[in-house]
Every structure is written in structure tokens, then in C-alpha cells.
């Protein structure tokens, strides 16, 4: 309700929206070194080497720079997640430094729990501001899968680590478990930016894409943030992108500790292994 309701936006915000695990940390890694390309050429600084900071210290501050609004922790260690409470203070002592910055707001909440008016302001419907939204997908399949494994690893679940695939597709199918129905889910945010009229400040990505697609699915995002689709990335900033985003180096880097295997395999189809015919 306190996000819903009193969460404070700032007109340039970027929602960065996933159900659970279908690629969002490997997607917020490469917006935020977007990010910093745009803030750099903001300033007349060079995007090219803004990216190049960002891999040579494989993309830190993460959970500081883009915090996980419903969330209340900070794995201090492994740089993951803040909330968003303690998100303002530190975004208000990043602005200090950096006048030109923009916030990555990273949520797994379906659109009627995410704030209100992402689109427009309660006190003035006539505010243009320039929040955009990026929404995350995957095959809902191998979404299962992954989200299986990860209830397995959670530390702090219980008795569910227990489970077996077969009664973890059952509950999903029954809408028992976090975050609901993936097929609603996602239609719920989509119809959010349809009925406002923003489908233009919508981009989506296919996780798919992004792992055997990537260059492609890169300029995309790129073209998005920047504004500017006639501006082609370099060749060096591509390849440096690309390995921002590599799903070797995030498993070696990557560990929160309440997870096991947090980046478990990232593989397109793994769930031919777990579905059988029926399911």
C-alpha cells in the first residue's frame, strides 16, 4: 500500500518490470551501463568510456543504483538489492554528484501493486513526464523451471525446499505461488500502458533474444533509452554490452547469500527436461 500509494516518482524514471526469473538481472545489468552512457552524454562526457567503467568493475553499486522498490534488504557483501527507502538517501547522494542521473526502479509487483501513476501525476493529470517501462519475458515454460529451482534454493523457505516439479507446476497452475499467474501478470502490464495511451514508452524484451540474439536485442534497448535511434552503437561498446551481460562471469560474481545457485543456467528449453506430455 506505502508503494501504491506514497512511493515518490521522478519524471525520468525507468521501471525495469519481471515476474521472477525470466532474465532480470542480466537485463538490468546492461540497461544500467546504458544508463550511464546516456548520463555521460548528458554531460559531454564519453558514453564509450561510461560503459567501459561499468564492466571493469562488473557493473558495481547494482543494488544502489537500480533498488528493488518492494524489497528491504542490502546484501552488503554481494552488492545486490536495497530497498526503496533507503533508495532516496541514496539516490538524492548520487544527484549531488550527478545532476543528469536516472533512477532504474527494478519491481517484481503486478501493476496494481507497483505506484499508481507511472504515467502521469494525481495532483496535475496533465503532467508530461518521461517514465518508461521495461518489461521482461521468457518462454513460460522455462520460467517454470528456473522459478522451481529458485524456491528450492531459498534458504529462508522452509519446508517448500522440499518440493517436487510436478506439485510446483501444479501449484502454479493454481495460482499459489508469489506473484500469481505469469500470463496475467504480464497482460496486466501491458493493459496498464494500452489504457493510458503509452505504449510508446513500452519496450519489451524476450529473454530468448537477449541470450541468442544479443547484439540485436541490445541497439533495441539502446534506441529506447537513448532516444536517439540513428545512433548506432560502437563496436567496442557492443562488445563491451556483451560482456557486461555474460552469464559466465555473473555466475562466478553473482551470489546472494539467502540463495544457492542464484544464476543457475540460463539455457533456452531446459524445460524439455522436467515437462512431461501431460503437462
Request: glycine share 4%.
Amino acid at each position: 500500500n506505502d508503494i501504491r500509494n506514497n512511493f515518490k516518482l521522478r519524471d525520468n524514471d525507468i521501471f525495469l518490470a519481471t515476474y521472477p526469473r525470466v532474465g532480470t538481472t542480466m537485463t538490468r545489468r546492461v540497461v544500467l551501463a546504458l544508463l550511464e552512457k546516456k548520463m555521460a552524454e548528458m554531460e559531454n562526457l564519453d558514453g564509450s568510456l561510461a560503459i567501459e567503467k561499468i564492466l571493469e568493475n562488473n557493473v558495481k553499486d547494482m543494488g544502489k543504483n537500480s533498488p528493488f522498490i518492494e524489497f528491504e534488504e542490502y546484501y552488503e557483501d554481494n552488492d545486490q538489492d536495497v530497498g526503496f527507502e533507503d533508495a532516496e538517501r541514496l539516490f538524492d547522494e548520487y544527484e549531488k554528484n550527478s545532476p543528469e542521473s536516472i533512477r532504474l526502479l527494478k519491481t517484481h509487483l503486478p501493476v496494481w501493486l507497483a505506484p499508481k501513476n507511472i504515467f502521469s501525476d494525481e495532483s496535475d493529470s496533465t503532467t508530461n513526464n518521461n517514465r518508461k517501462i521495461i518489461l521482461v519475458t521468457r518462454n513460460p515454460r522455462d520460467n517454470m523451471v528456473s522459478y522451481y529451482h529458485m524456491t528450492k534454493n531459498y534458504k529462508t523457505n522452509g519446508d517448500i525446499t522440499n518440493i517436487d516439479f510436478p506439485t510446483f507446476f501444479q501449484m502454479s497452475l493454481e495460482n499459489e505461488i508469489m506473484y500469481g499467474d505469469f500470463i496475467d501478470w504480464h497482460n496486466d502490464w501491458v493493459d496498464y500502458c494500452q489504457k493510458n495511451n503509452k505504449m510508446d514508452r513500452l519496450h519489451i524484451v524476450y529473454y530468448e533474444d537477449l541470450v541468442q540474439k544479443t547484439e540485436e536485442t541490445i541497439q533495441k534497448l539502446a534506441d529506447f533509452l537513448m532516444e536517439k535511434p540513428t545512433t548506432k552503437l560502437s563496436n567496442s561498446e557492443m562488445t563491451n554490452l556483451k560482456k557486461i551481460c555474460d552469464f559466465k562471469l555473473m555466475k562466478e560474481t553473482i551470489k546472494p547469500p539467502p540463495i544457492t545457485d542464484f544464476i543457475r543456467k540460463g539455457v533456452v528449453g531446459d524445460a524439455e527436461n522436467y515437462f512431461d506430455q501431460g503437462m
